[in-house]
């Protein structure tokens, strides 16, 4: 969808420079590809306004590959047959920014976002080169859609995940849309000559400050070389907590 007039300003109107983040946006819809999904009409947004400031996205739909269920990082050397993940974790692992979005299906986020969830869970025994959790220094946010109740619910439980694994979340890093409540139009169908929710204040306005915060977060953490090491590196716990180790780094 197109930015609106406030969207648009806001590309325009500042002097940062983000040319050199990455960012990747997992749609996590039911629906395979090329089939509509209403939940990437949302993302189109944090989507249109990372590219106008020269962040490379990439973007992926879950359903679109057979990834194994699991929390190895490669389930092929745990009995399955396939398993897609190791292809896309190397995307996943490039980004500064990674936003899930997703569905409402009985009042929770879809099948496929928490199996994504549980994929990046199982790649949390990886340590970056300080000692910390590997997705130290990365920011995380989710866009949320549907036509039932739950945002709020399911935005707690992505951001919570996305948190514990190690991503900084910053400041209203959520948004999304629900409409009325019950068996109606989804985001982006047509309603009496428009597209539902592309005029929502509300919803325009929260996907817009999310996407600004995790860009502005992104270019704090790059900028600042991640989080300071003191207090949770892994490496020097594992050492026993030796904190006039040999090694400078650990003090």
Not at 151 to 174: E, F, N, R, S, W
Request: net charge negative; charged share 25%; glycine share 10%.
């Amino acid at each position: 969808m197109p930015l609106n007039d406030p969207q648009e300003a806001l590309c325009k109107g500042h002097d940062c420079d983000f040319s050199d983040l990455k960012a990747v946006i997992v749609n996590c819809t039911l629906k395979p590809s090329p089939e509509r999904s209403h939940t990437d009409d949302l993302l189109s947004v944090p989507r249109e306004i990372m590219e106008r400031n020269g962040i490379a996205v990439s973007q992926f739909r879950p359903v679109d590959h057979p990834i194994a269920y699991g929390v190895m990082p490669d389930m092929r050397e745990h009995g399955a047959k396939t398993d897609a993940w190791p292809e896309l974790w190397k995307t996943v692992k490039e980004a500064d920014i990674l936003i899930l979005g997703t569905p409402i299906w009985l009042g929770e986020e879809s099948s496929a976002c928490r199996l994504v969830i549980e994929r990046l869970y199982g790649m949390s025994g990886l340590k970056n080169d300080k000692g910390q959790s590997f997705f130290y220094g990365k920011t995380g946010g989710c866009v949320v859609t549907g036509n039932e109740d739950g945002i709020k619910h399911v935005a707690m439980t992505c951001l919570y995940a996305l948190g514990h694994l190690g991503y900084t979340i910053p400041p209203q890093a959520d948004s999304g849309w629900i409409g009325e409540a019950g068996p109606g139009p989804s985001y982006g169908d047509e309603v009496d000559g428009k597209p539902a929710g592309y005029d929502n204040d509300f919803t325009q306005r929260n996907a817009t400050i999310m996407t600004w915060n995790l860009m502005h977060m992104a270019r704090i953490l790059k900028d600042a070389g991640g989080i300071p090491r003191h207090g949770n590196d892994r490496d020097a716990w594992e050492a026993g907590c030796r904190f006039d180790h040999p090694n400078p780094d650990y003090r």
